[in-house]
């Protein structure tokens, strides 16, 4: 008889009873996971808590003076007139660009019969892999009052003297690019509600005389209201916390400062010149940034929690009727088309060009003729030699290992234990969300510094695993969500009848439920990887000599001015990325569209 | 309880499961809520006991207790001569080591394997492991049983609702427990299959002499199926016997009304009757000859349980003798083998079942006869 299963009948009082149900799951197999998730999640916490203290210390967190002298500071910069407006500009524009974007493209590759639509949706999650910054790099050569090449070509083709566009040093600007760049995210988030519609509802309003037209406008647009209302608070949230944008589109010159790189450079000033490094205001910044992103998410995920709801009610049996769109397929194709090209072909072919000539010239014939690969020569010696390949490939694979054993983690025990805390886990595991990796980067790179005054010979500065670190925590929130779904989906029926055959635990998790989430796992894992091998700003933000990555490598040498090397180099990345993109595709057999979540 | 023996008959009769004063209680958003309170009963060997009820009766808690799938808050568990739960003692053998098959309500067929996998699990992977030699064979016969022989290489998706039951069947027997639990398996399945496999089920039963525990809430079903019928209702079992027992002779006002359709009459014992053994209560009908139970005297309120197909309905006889009452005609459905007719006597309304041929048009005006012996008289609850 066994005694180690043995439990009490006999009725508890208060705290003890309470203690005894919350380990009741506590065995072996379930103790892995709630340390695991536990460290991880307690560590996540602790950095959001040490960046609040941040924020009330004079100087270093280990010369502990209180002060709100940060937060005065921060208040009598430029804040009020320059910073907040700015961010406000490029969070709503961004938004804004984005759902004028993926409104109709959700519409046309959900609701319609328009060609082609599963080729397109894959199509969307490649404009998530291609860098932010690799776009941004060239909507600078497109738009541009001084080189871009769509300047110069209206220039050529009306014969006017000079067309003054320009996304640099313009906060419209940023929001355009940032706009296109979410545009996926914006598409992923809006086809849920949109496939979810139910066919009845349309049916009524088709039966009452409406034209598919009048049915669309006035019921079936009311009807996802919600959806892109969620979208939008969604985007603006991602949106204020990138940096790498806004900062090659107007912030590395000062010009147009938002809150994200104002964090950044608190910390990081640009140049070489030794500046004071406000640690303390860097804190206010993050926290700046996070406290509405933290309200925005607990709206968002109720908003979502309902959305699923509503999913699952109406999803069943029903087809939602697919609109022909006739003759005007070919307005459909044209859009869908030119938002591809604008997010990422017509970025990704200028800097194909730019990468082949010695410098930027508009495609001529005659700048056909300098056309070499000369900045492809020596390429890797630019990018910082094998060290670079072998720091990105390590970090690569090691954040994609590390946030899908977390995950899977953190998810056993919210969704597979009766763990007081599972709840609390679950919300936990998505303040990476709302709490932005710079904010997280700037966390850890004071926890180095601290460590590398008081223990000098573990020092963490400087070294790939604070990279790794900043990543993991970063991907884990869409790590979780992932492998909750994916556990969430095996009833319990199914482990339940393996302990009936007398399987024991790790046999169930064996033979039962590793084979059933395997798919899934793979996927957060590629997906995670590929994520991250693309990422720049945590890098960048904890880079030193010794643990450059490749995208940081671009980065530098961009703005070092070697815009055709640069240009080499993203190609290259691109390339390897599309690659990647493809191995994905087929390992995981198409499973794409979990990638909604991507931020 | 020897004549209701399907396996080998034995001088002493041997216990294949016991359950004492088991409770079980859920804490749930809005409370505490007990599923089960405090019941009790056996499954001797080779006996097939169903435990029936509404929804939320606590019958499925019960079986799911039995397998060691919940931990109960009170009582005792036996399989065979194993305590395999007892809060007293402090003993909870984990469900891998009772060595019970179960057929789930869902199936529980793992979707990533084969119907061979699937079988194979609990000798090859689980704990009933056998000589790798002998697990081709234990399969194939176990699938033999089920007649599922010829898909043993189908991937378990592939199958339909009847096949997955059969694979789910074949699973629990491949290693030969003693107890049988089975959880609503039928209760997935169309009306026709439905039908099918419960003969068929009873019949494999019959020929393993396995006892067997068996949830439903379906009281066609459990009277078909089972030697025993236990009725549960709000975490108790108020009656448990034969279904026989069950139907004919019901003890709760609730198993009168949950098996089988009942009309219930209020009355008050009025007086000792002409025949010994019975009684005339004053009911809304007007005075009826009732039998008396022993632990019903004169004076008392009791529960007149007729069954529907036990009244005799006479057109334009005008009623005469005991218990005959003129009433009218209210309402009729055709359901096939039977007509089912609503009469009006006075202020009450009784059901009653005729053969399909008597056809009585609505407003008739009938007498309608209560046979004595077909009372049951309860005392209301």
């Known amino acids: ?599 | 309880m020897g004549d209701f023996y399907w396996g080998v008959r034995r001088s002493v009769s041997f216990v294949m499961l016991r359950v004492n004063n088991l409770t079980k209680t859920f804490t749930l958003a809005d409370g505490r809520v007990e599923a089960v309170s405090g019941i009790s009963f056996e499954v001797p060997e080779g006996v097939f006991l169903t435990l029936l009820g509404p929804s939320g009766c606590g019958k499925t808690t019960t079986l799911r207790c039995v397998a060691g799938l919940e931990v109960p808050e009170a009582g005792e568990i036996y399989i065979g001569e194993n305590l395999v739960f007892s809060s007293e003692k402090r003993v909870m053998l984990p469900a891998y080591r009772r060595g019970v098959g179960m057929v789930f309500q869902s199936y529980a067929i793992w979707p990533h394997m084969t119907v061979f996998e699937n079988v194979a699990f609990p000798i090859l992977r689980g704990g009933y492991k056998v000589g790798k030699a002998e697990v081709g064979d234990r399969v194939r016969k176990a699938l033999h049983l089920v007649g599922l022989e010829q898909f043993e290489s189908r991937p378990a998706p592939l199958l339909s609702g009847g096949q997955q039951q059969r694979v789910s069947l074949a699973r629990a027997l491949v290693y030969e427990p003693r107890l049988l639990l089975l959880d609503e398996p039928l209760s997935n399945l169309d009306a026709k299959l439905r039908e099918e496999m419960r003969i068929e089920l009873r019949e494999l039963i019959n020929r393993l002499k396995i006892s067997t525990l068996y949830v439903t809430h379906d009281q066609e079903e459990a009277l078909v199926l089972s030697d025993r019928i236990a009725v549960m209702y709000d975490g108790q079992i108020l009656q448990e016997s034969p279904p026989r027992e069950i139907y004919l002779f019901p003890t709760h006002p609730f198993v009168a009304g949950f098996v089988g359709r009942a009309n219930f009459i209020e009355g008050r014992v009025a007086q000792q009757g002409a025949e010994l053994g019975t009684g005339v209560a004053a009911t809304p009908l007007g005075d009826m000859v009732i039998p008396l139970p022993a632990h019903v005297s004169v004076g008392d309120r009791v529960s007149i349980v007729i069954r529907p197909e036990d009244m005799s309905v006479d057109v334009d006889g005008t009623p005469s003798g005991p218990n005959s009452f003129p009433g009218r005609v209210e309402y009729r459905i055709f359901v096939g083998n039977r007509v089912q007719y609503r009469i009006r006597i006075g202020s009450s309304v009784l059901h009653s079942e005729l053969p399909a041929r008597i056809d009585l048009q609505e407003d008739t005006k009938v007498s309608v006869r209560i046979p004595t012996s077909c009372i049951r008289v309860l005392r209301p609850q």
């Open chain 1, 1 to 599: 008889m066994s005694l180690a299963a043995t439990r009490s009948a006999t009725p508890f009082d208060g705290w003890v009873r309470r203690a005894k149900s919350a380990l009741v799951e506590l065995d072996f197999l379930n103790g892995l996971p709630l340390v695991f998730s536990g460290i991880a999640l307690s560590f996540v916490l602790f950095l959001v808590g040490f960046v609040l203290y941040m924020t009330f210390v004079a100087g270093l967190p280990i010369e502990p003076d209180y002060t709100l002298d940060n937060w005065k500071r921060v208040a009598r910069s430029r804040m009020l007139t320059q910073v907040i407006p700015n961010t406000l500009i490029v969070g709503f524009g961004t938004a804004l660009v984005a759902t004028i974007f993926a409104l109709p493209l959700a519409w046309l590759l959900n609701r319609t019969t328009l060609p082609c639509r599963n080729a397109f949706i894959t199509m969307m999650a490649v404009v998530v892999i291609v860098p932010g910054f690799i776009k941004a790099m060239g909507w600078i050569m497109l738009v541009n009052d001084r080189i871009g090449l769509l300047n110069r070509a209206i220039e050529g083709a009306l014969g006017m003297e000079k067309v003054a566009w320009t996304v640099v040093n313009n906060p419209y600007g940023i929001a355009w690019v940032m706009g296109l760049m979410l545009t996926p995210t914006m598409f992923f988030l809006l086809s849920g509600p949109m496939r979810a519609l139910d066919p009845a509802l349309e049916e009524a309003a088709a039966v009452s005389g409406g034209n598919h037209w009048v049915t669309t406008w006035w019921v079936s647009l009311p009807l996802i209201w919600p959806g892109i209302l969620s979208g939008m608070i969604y985007i603006f949230m991602t949106a204020v916390s990138i940096f790498e944008v806004p900062a090659l589109l107007g912030a590395a010159s000062g010009k147009v400062p938002v809150l994200a790189t104002e964090l950044f450079y608190a910390v990081r000033p640009p140049g070489e010149e030794v500046a004071t490094i406000a640690y303390g205001a860097a804190g206010v910044y993050g926290v700046l940034i996070a406290m509405p992103s933290c309200l925005a998410l607990y709206f968002y995920v109720r908003l979502l929690a309902k959305v699923r709801h509503y999913e699952v009610v109406t999803g069943k049996g029903y087809r939602p009727r697919d609109i022909d769109l006739g003759k005007f397929t070919w307005i459909g194709m044209v859009f869908v088309v030119v938002y591809l090209l604008l997010a990422a072909g017509l970025p990704f072919l200028v800097l194909l060009w730019a990468s082949l000539l010695p410098y930027l010239q508009i495609p001529t014939f005659s700048a056909l003729k300098n056309i070499s690969l000369y900045n492809y020569d020596g390429l890797l010696a630019a990018l910082g030699g094998a060290r670079v390949v072998w720091n990105t490939l390590v970090l690569a694979v090691s954040v994609s290992l590390l946030v899908t054993f977390l995950s899977f983690m953190v998810s056993w025990v919210v969704v597979r234990t009766r763990f007081r805390l599972r709840k609390a886990m679950d919300i936990v595991a998505m303040l990476p969300h709302a709490f932005p990796g710079l904010a997280f980067a700037f966390a850890l790179f004071m926890v180095a510094l601290v460590l590398s005054i008081w223990l000098p010979e573990i020092s963490m500065r400087g070294t790939l695993a604070i990279i790794v670190l900043a990543n993991v925590i970063n991907r884990l929130s869409y790590g979780t969500r992932v492998t909750n779904a994916a556990l969430f989906q095996i009833q319990s029926d199914l482990e339940e009848c393996g302990k009936v055959c007398g399987a024991r635990n790790l046999t169930i998790m064996r033979w039962i439920v590793a084979p059933l989430i395997k798919p899934s796992l793979v996927f957060a894992g590629v997906w995670t990887g590929l994520l991250t091998f693309q990422e720049v700003t945590m890098a960048l933000f904890l880079a030193e000599s010794h643990n450059r990555v490749l995208s940081v490598s671009i980065w530098h040498l961009w703005s070092s001015g070697n815009i055709g090397v640069a240009c080499a180099g993203a190609v290259v990345m691109v390339t390897i990325m599309a690659f990647l993109m493809s191995m994905t595709l087929k390992l995981t057999s198409g499973k794409i569209k979990e990638s909604r979540q991507l931020g």
